[in-house]
């Protein structure tokens, strides 16, 4: 089975910028895996950040950003805020059978 | 905006069955949306378990797939979840979610969570 991979970790300075992938364990993530983000804090539920590749949800600054870079998704995030200290998950489409596949998540440290 | 509430026993025995419901406000669960149950065990990251459609269709997690049903009520504008012969492994916080389906691929509306405890 496919696995979705995202860093286990990752830590910002204030005011920095931030990139987050997501990447397969076999193969290249493109625009057809339509990879999503969402952003979770301790004892919330998700919140859709970016959707199918590059479209930012409702109320999301514009200081987050999807893309494609090389064979991964990413996320990146410019200017970052103390707030932003957040757990992250990409998820992927797989196709029918699998449908999404969430990566493990990368845990956010701004400091 | 569409709200979705997960409702069920927050405590299940092994080997019994987890059944939770999600009731949908401010919208139609007849809409052209996809309705998702997600999971994720205490500290560990999310899993997708499945989804349906108002029109009944459904698509599951191939890892699950023996041991879950997902199935919507048009007439309560609910769905719901039921996982079988469960253990310790599916304690979790449950979560369900409208997927806005091929209009915004990976855009979901999540609940609030809800968690269930596998114990006897």
């Known amino acids: 089975q496919t696995v979705v991979t995202q860093e286990p970790s990752f830590s910002v300075s204030p005011g920095g910028t931030v990139t987050l992938t997501c990447g397969l364990s076999?193969?290249?993530?493109?625009?057809?895996?339509?990879p999503s983000w969402y952003q979770q804090t301790p004892g919330q539920a998700p919140r859709t950040l970016i959707y199918?590749?590059?479209t930012r949800s409702s109320g999301v600054p514009d200081r987050f950003s999807g893309s494609i870079l090389g064979n991964k998704a990413a996320l990146t995030i410019t200017g970052a805020q103390a707030d932003d200290e957040s757990d992250y998950y990409c998820?992927?489409?797989?196709?029918?059978?699998?449908?999404?596949?969430f990566g493990g998540g990368t845990k956010l440290t701004v400091l | 905006q569409v709200q979705l509430q997960e409702s069920g026993p927050g405590l299940v025995k092994p080997s019994g069955t987890l059944s939770l419901t999600c009731a949908v406000s401010?919208?139609?669960?007849?809409?052209?949306?996809?309705w998702s149950w997600v999971r994720q065990p205490p500290g560990k990251g999310l899993e997708w378990i499945g989804e349906?459609?108002?029109?009944?269709?459904?698509n599951y997690n191939p890892s699950l797939k023996s041991r879950v049903t997902i199935s919507v009520d048009k007439s309560k504008n609910q769905f719901s979840l039921k996982l079988s012969s469960v253990t310790a492994a599916d304690t979790a916080v449950y979560y369900c979610?409208?997927?806005?389906?091929?209009?915004?691929?990976?855009?979901?509306?999540w609940g609030q969570g809800t968690l269930v405890t596998v114990s006897s």
């Open positions: 979610a409208r997927d806005a389906g091929t209009a915004a691929p990976g855009r979901f509306d």
């Open positions: 401010g919208g139609s669960i007849s809409s052209s949306n996809w």
């Open positions: 349906v459609y108002y029109s009944g269709s459904t």
């Open positions: 076999s193969g290249s993530v493109s625009t057809t895996y339509y």
């Open positions: 199918n590749t590059d």
């Open positions: 998820v992927l489409y797989m196709g029918s059978g699998s449908n999404w596949v």
